[in-house]
T-cell receptor
Framework: DAKTTQPPSMDCAEGRAANLPCNHS???????VYWYRQIHSQGPQYIIH???NNETNEMASLIITEDRKSSTLILPHATLRDTAVYYC????????????????FGQGTTLQVKP | EPEVTQTPSHQVTQMGQEVILRCVPI?????FYWYRQILGQKVEFLVS????????KSEIFDDQFSVERPDGSNFTLKIRSTKLEDSAMYFC?????????????FGPGTRLTVT
């Protein structure tokens, strides 16, 4: 699975958009980009995923660059409850004996939403 | 909304004792996982399980660990003889399918403290 690089921490003002970057320059064609978050030692929570098109759901938007080497998670109107560690994960698409769906978490970005 | 549940929320045990951590995955899910997170560290994959057998395990998942789906609803992680370094949050996760387009749903975790 491709390695990802995220800034260790970011701040965002409440009500403003939070833009969390992720670099995945070694991503291959069949790898998806996933975003999860973990709020204060709770279980990680799925946010969104994408392959090459931009995606939006009720929680966030995912913008993937045309070369797919980086992506940005956008929380359009951050609230205090969005304070969490955000993980960008790239996962191989094809099934194999070494790809059983496991998620490999990095250190993530700690997002602090401030009033 | 269906969710993954885990019991107990907190388990304290003495070194050398056996512990069983329990999880009830989402009912129509077929793929099950255990992860752990030592305090202050990243979430680490332990094992994946499908069709009543382990499909992949990490280096952490040594002979002291075992998993079981005893009755079609519960999914358990057993640590045979706990060590101090087993103290961590243990998260169970499940997913409907294995392909990358399906997210994993995590439980709230069991905090294991080994004294």
């Amino acid at each position: 699975d491709a390695k990802t690089t995220q800034p260790p921490s970011m701040d965002c003002a409440e009500g403003r958009a939070a833009n969390l970057p992720c670099n995945h320059s070694t991503i291959s064609g069949n790898e998806y980009v996933y975003w999860y978050r973990q709020i204060h030692s709770q279980g990680p929570q799925y946010i969104i995923h994408g392959l090459k098109n931009n995606e939006t759901n009720e929680m966030a938007s995912l913008i993937i660059t045309e070369d797919r080497k980086s992506s940005t998670l956008i929380l359009p109107h951050a609230t205090l409850r969005d304070t969490a560690v955000y993980y960008c994960i790239v996962r191989v698409g094809s099934l194999s004996s070494s790809n059983t769906g496991k998620l490999i978490f990095g250190q993530g970005t700690t997002l602090q939403v401030k009033p | 909304e269906p969710e993954v549940t885990q019991t107990p929320s907190h388990q304290v045990t003495q070194m050398g004792q056996e512990v069983i951590l329990r999880c009830v995955p989402i009912s129509n899910h077929l793929y099950f996982y255990w992860y752990r997170q030592i305090l202050g560290q990243k979430v680490e994959f332990l094992v994946s399980f499908y069709n009543n057998e382990i499909s992949e395990k990490s280096e952490i998942f040594d002979d002291q660990f075992s998993v079981e789906r005893p009755d079609g609803s519960n999914f358990t992680l057993k640590i045979r003889s706990t060590k101090l370094e087993d103290s961590a949050m243990y998260f169970c996760a499940s997913s409907e399918r294995q392909v990358q387009s399906y997210e994993q749903y995590f439980g709230p975790g069991t905090r294991l403290t080994v004294t």
